[in-house]
């Protein structure tokens, strides 16, 4: 078999880099050599799991800087077009540089397959989150209706559709400009970003809408999993006062709001139980959120898995 040098673009959140740093390392035990490119706030995360890693911020710029885009809506878009500018900017010298020769991408990331296309390059579509495909027989995995491709249902499929696409478009159009600078064909829509060689998904296809994909390039391959890649969770268990616990976290997007901190510590602090928040390890720190009512316990994160072990056997010593 011969090995690689790949390249891999995630979104900048913990849960997109987990399950892609355990697939680096699969693939890197099996001789060839992942790198990750990405923002220098997701450092640690990969080279703690012993992954090369790239900071995309510090790399030489090939083309002129574009002007942010203020997009109205959620954080997710804001993070989904920053991602894709540095991208462009940055990554095509990077991965010239150290003669990368594929790369895999995550599905949110409509940006670095371009770059692949540029350099003349394979590229993998990774779906970290669950599989998105825009066609009339199902929504995307955002909605709550069943799939089906009877008039009432296709007729909303297209209307989901259409609101994805328009959700997207700005950074679509980034794409596009980037692509007309350097005379490749325009993406006419999201699906045209995915790759042609070969998609992956880490949900189970139990789990998914049935006979939806029938790509014969479209794997499933079950969850992204590798304990070895976590650094040990230091938690302070003697705080715990043996009250009903609630655990809170803002996820990796909106980790940074402190003033939502805030309003989940005054509101539980109404009832009479303990209040654990994560803060989510990469930029705030627990001390940045000061007093909170309550006195909850404020940490980076915790392994909700071995903290629900140590609790159940809490109870079961008390009984």
């Not at 495909?133 to 009432?152: A, C, M, Q, T, V």
Request: contains cysteine.
């Amino acid at each position: 078999m011969r090995t690689r040098r790949i390249g891999f673009f995630c979104l900048p959140g913990r849960g997109h880099l987990y399950p892609a740093v355990a697939l680096a390392r699969a693939l890197n035990a099996r001789g060839h050599t992942v790198t990750f490119f990405n923002r220098g706030i997701c450092r640690a995360i990969v080279q703690t799991a012993g992954v090369a890693f790239e900071a995309i911020e510090t790399l030489r710029a090939k083309c002129p800087t574009k002007p942010r885009l203020e997009l109205p809506g959620t954080n997710t878009l804001e993070v989904i077009y920053e991602h894709s500018r540095l991208v462009l900017e940055k990554a095509p010298n990077a991965l010239l540089d150290l003669h990368i020769e594929a790369l895999l991408v995550d599905q949110s990331d409509p940006a670095s397959g371009s770059v692949a296309d540029y350099l003349q390059i394979p590229f993998i579509t990774v779906c970290l989150l669950p599989p998105l495909h825009l066609n009339e027989k199902s929504p995307p995995f955002i909605f709550g209706w069943r799939p089906g491709d009877d008039l009432y249902k296709s007729r909303y499929n297209r209307r989901a559709n259409q609101f994805m696409r328009d959700l997207l478009a700005p950074t679509i159009q980034l794409v596009n400009e980037w692509r007309k600078d350097r005379g490749l064909g325009q993406i006419a829509d999201l699906n045209d970003a995915f790759s042609k060689h070969a998609t992956i998904t880490q949900l189970p296809e139990a789990l998914d809408f049935p006979d939806v994909l029938t790509s014969k390039t479209f794997f499933y391959t079950g969850p992204f999993q590798d304990d070895g890649s976590h650094s040990p969770v230091e938690f302070p268990w003697h705080k715990l006062n043996g009250k009903p616990l609630i655990y809170a976290s803002m996820g990796t997007v909106r980790y940074k709001v402190e003033r939502l901190f805030h309003t989940i510590a005054k509101a539980c602090s109404a009832f009479d139980v303990q209040l654990v928040i994560s803060v989510g390890g990469m930029d705030l720190m627990p001390e940045d959120l000061g007093d909170l009512p309550g006195e909850p316990i404020v940490v980076h994160y915790a392994h909700k898995q071995g903290f629900l072990i140590r609790r159940r056997s809490q109870f079961a010593m008390e009984e």
